[in-house]
């Protein structure tokens, strides 16, 4: 059993964990929302069943590649192979999954594929400005591998202009990006919002 898996049940940490989920909901979506959206990279799903909660239109698909809870909203996959026809989400929202991966292009290629014209990409990803902010980033990407006993997983961050680039590249149209803090506030993410 894993230090992880003994604290995962203690009350306190499962409090923290939901206001993260709570505060990563509002993030992603601040209004009501409706329709088929995909969560990429869902983790354990929490932001996702804090959006269905929310929003009864909304219908809610997670998939990761680590399966965590029994849910039949949650399909187990590789992001960079999504098991979904074209044009079918609403919404996709991706929160800390890209950076895991070394090929960003192909996810971002992947997610415009399955996004319906006139649907929107939603994207929360940290950034550094320095690079001794990207230092800072690993630091606490492998403390937190360490410690969840992940696999191993790639670190690809960005700073915020060439995220944006990114996702433009591959053919969304930029609307919105709103800046966070977060980790104390020793760390900034932004949640953007592209079309398609
Ligand atoms: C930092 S976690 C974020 C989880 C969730 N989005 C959240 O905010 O709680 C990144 C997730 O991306 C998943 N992931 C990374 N690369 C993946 C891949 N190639 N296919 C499927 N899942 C992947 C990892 O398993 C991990 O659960």
Not at 63 to 76: E, G, Y
Request: glycine share 8%; charged share 25%; proline share 3%.
């Amino acid at each position: 059993m894993s230090l992880y898996s003994l604290v995962a049940s203690n009350p306190f940490y499962l409090r923290i964990r939901e206001s993260k989920a709570d505060r990563r909901a509002s993030d992603v979506f601040p209004g009501d929302v409706s329709g088929l959206i995909l969560d990429f990279g869902c983790g354990d799903l929490r932001v996702g069943e804090v959006i269905s909660e929310r929003n009864p239109d909304a219908k809610i698909v997670g998939i990761d590649r680590i399966i965590t809870q029994n849910n039949s909203d949650f399909v187990q996959g590789d992001v960079l192979k999504l098991p979904f026809h074209d044009n079918v989400f609403d919404y996709v929202f991706a929160i800390g999954a890209l950076h895991h991966n070394n090929d960003v292009p192909s996810q971002l290629n992947e997610i415009y594929r399955v996004t319906k014209g006139g649907g929107e990409f939603i994207l929360s990803e940290e950034t550094y400005v320095t690079g001794l902010g990207r230092i800072m980033l690993s630091l606490n990407d492998i403390a937190h591998n360490f410690w969840k006993q992940k696999p191993h997983l790639y670190f690809t961050f960005q700073t915020y202009n060439e995220w944006k680039k990114m996702v433009e590249s591959a053919g969304f149209k930029f609307k919105q990006a709103s800046k966070k803090k977060a980790h104390l506030g020793l760390m900034t993410y932004y949640v953007f919002r592209f079309g398609k």
